[in-house]
DNA sequence: GCAATCTTCTTAGCTGGCTAATGAACCAGC
DNA sequence: GCTGGTTCATTAGCCAGCTAAGAAGATTGC
């Protein structure tokens, strides 16, 4: 198929790249996963009691916008972080709707940080801190770009 | 919080760029669905489609290794796919275990490759090459660096 | 030629993302 | 103070990834 030689290879690399974003995520999420599983948690779940350990007290829609998730996705997440003793609910005497979330002794045990810290360390080795900065520049764009593409 | 100003932001840059691909990776996805829900695709069904077309006539678990997903994964978007008249399956001569997978006219139409295409144009739309070529090297380098840890 | 092993596909069940819709409580305005 | 809209959490149901395990067919080796 004859086409643009330029175009043609600008598309093989879009292929590539979004294909390797897609992959990158579930090598990530999988390698995280089966590292934690001994601890009783995973990557989302690691990630929710991270950022509610920053913000302790807050209720369910508060920490969704946090971690840019929906409301039903978190509930069900919190549910198992209940169950396995990392949180509780608490419901608050403002509004009878809401449930302030806190941490448990057990959900503030600092080696899931630490945990945390280390893995990141480890998948970014040897990478120049100037090549994390200009990925992160790429997909900020694509991320934008598709926003401006949902807004059509 | 008193800590290393350097490994701070090492950590905050690692924090983020592994956040940014998983934020990114859904989005791209729901932007993907929501244009293609009216061809009745997916992203992931759209990817096993074209990836079919480039090798008529190969077996589940081929296409499986094509697409770097698992035969269970596969087999529910198969299955799908053949309710949605894109595909059929047909037993080989050969090997009374094996499916050969074939599209059907409706998988053959030329639309869906088109829409990927230009979706995909559009998403890197003002990247230029060399930034993508850049990003590629840094997150073939994320997946090094987790297939090293997964070794371990 | 039969037993053991390997392959292919399937089933079952987990996680995590989403949307749509519901119920209960809150709030605003009349 | 009631009515109507909004917000919070939940339920239900979809898609897509995974692992573990089973059934049936093929292959290998003795």
Redesign the interface.
């Known amino acids: 198929m004859p086409r643009p030689p330029q175009s043609d ?3 093989d ?13 579930r ?3 999988r ?1 995280y996963d ?2 934690a599983r001994d601890m009783g948690l995973t990557l989302s779940r690691a ?1 929710a009691l991270t950022t509610l350990a920053r913000n302790e007290g807050i209720t369910q829609t508060r920490l969704a916008a946090d971690l ?1 998730i929906e409301a039903p996705t978190l509930k069900r997440q919190i549910d198992a972080l209940v169950a396995d003793g990392f949180i509780r609910r608490e419901p608050t005497q403002d509004d009878a709707r809401k449930n302030a979330l806190f941490l448990t002794d057990r959900g503030r045990d600092a080696a899931i940080v630490e945990f945390t ?1 280390r ?9 120049p ?1 100037q ?13 934008c ?3 401006e ?2 807004r059509t």
Chains 1, 2 share one sequence.
């Open positions: 290879s600008v598309d690399q879009s292929h590539q790249i979004l294909d390797v974003i897609l992959h990158l995520m090598d990530l999420r390698c089966r590292r990630k840019a810290m893995l990141r360390r480890d998948l970014l080795e040897g990478i801190r090549d994390l900065d200009q990925v992160m520049r790429v997909l900020d764009q694509i991320t770009n598709i926003h593409l949902d």
